[in-house]
């Protein structure tokens, strides 16, 4: 897969990310059937297949279970070949969730995250709307400690999970990388994918098969075609555990980006 620019970090992603979600967390999740987590032998043979098809984009969370400790410790030595999107903010415990977006919680998750993922750098780190984007980025310290954390060379970059169009816009103008669901049923955030667009920042899409609940390989290829129609799209994260869909995945998006489907 042709990798694609995050904006204007520097990086490159391929425009189909792994989210890891279904490695770490099968509770309080919205998927159409309810799964095991897969074992270790199943994840890692997930990661290279990921990579053998060009897929170089992990987006992960504290708030995804075990997902960061596992990722942790299957990556080895592999973790540069990875870009990893990691978040702060939404901290997951006993089976619920609850928020800080504090300065002190923001630097404490950073710092964490570096320790469980093995790494000394994380190349983009997301505050995890709880969806008061505006409140968040104006009264809270998330996003002081996240430019503060850039300062230390701990982050290359950051953004924000979005949830509405006015936090969108404002992590366009103040942020490297905004986080925004489109999908073939909601599309109220295509003036953010715009905004990125223009101000070349960086666009992730999340739920672009709509958490699962897509029809089919012809639901999926109409969801990429709807996606990738967009302007400024760097990647789409797409959760899979099962290594046939996420061929299924590459091929189809490949079709797509080629023209030919
Ligand atoms: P999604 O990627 O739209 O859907 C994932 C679901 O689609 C999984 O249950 C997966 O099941 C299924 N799937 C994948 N490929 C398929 C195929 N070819 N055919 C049929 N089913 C297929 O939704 P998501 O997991 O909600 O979002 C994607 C990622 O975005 C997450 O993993 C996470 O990293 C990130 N995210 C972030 C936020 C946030 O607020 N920041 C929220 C949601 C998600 P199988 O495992 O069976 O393939």
């Given at each position: 897969m042709e990798l694609r620019a995050?904006?204007?970090?520097g990086m490159q992603v391929s425009p189909l990310g792994l989210g890891t979600v279904k490695l770490g967390r099968n509770q309080q999740v919205k998927y159409p059937s309810a799964f095991e987590l897969p074992d270790d032998k199943a994840v890692s043979g997930l990661l290279d297949l990921a990579r053998e098809l060009g897929i170089n984009l992990l987006d992960t969370a504290p708030?995804?279970?075990?997902s960061q400790e596992r990722l942790g410790r299957l990556l080895g030595n592999r973790r540069k070949e990875w870009i990893i999107v990691s978040k702060v903010g939404e901290i997951f415990e006993q089976g619920e969730s609850r928020f800080d977006f504090s300065f002190e919680h923001t630097v404490k998750t950073v710092e964490q995250s570096l320790a469980t993922l093995k790494?000394?750098?994380?190349d983009c780190v997301l505050i995890?709307?709880?969806?008061d984007d505006l409140q968040i980025l104006e009264q809270e310290g998330a996003l002081g400690a996240l430019r503060e954390l850039k300062r230390r060379g701990l982050v290359r970059s950051h953004g924000m999970s979005s949830k509405t169009i006015e936090g969108g816009l404002r992590v366009v103008r103040e942020m490297d990388v905004v986080m925004a669901t489109c999908n073939l049923d909601h599309n109220e955030e295509l003036p953010v994918l715009e905004a990125a667009h223009v101000q070349g920042k960086g666009v992730l899409i999340k739920k672009g098969l709509m958490s699962g609940h897509v029809q089919g390989a012809a639901g999926v290829r109409r969801s990429f075609k709807h996606v990738f129609?967009?302007?400024?799209?760097s990647s789409m994260i797409v959760g899979t555990i099962n290594p046939v869909h996420l061929r299924d995945n590459v091929r189809l998006l490949e079709q797509v980006l080629e023209g030919s489907a």
């Open positions: 995050l904006g204007s970090t708030a995804y279970g075990s790494t000394d750098y994380l995890h709307s709880n969806g129609a967009q302007p400024g799209v």
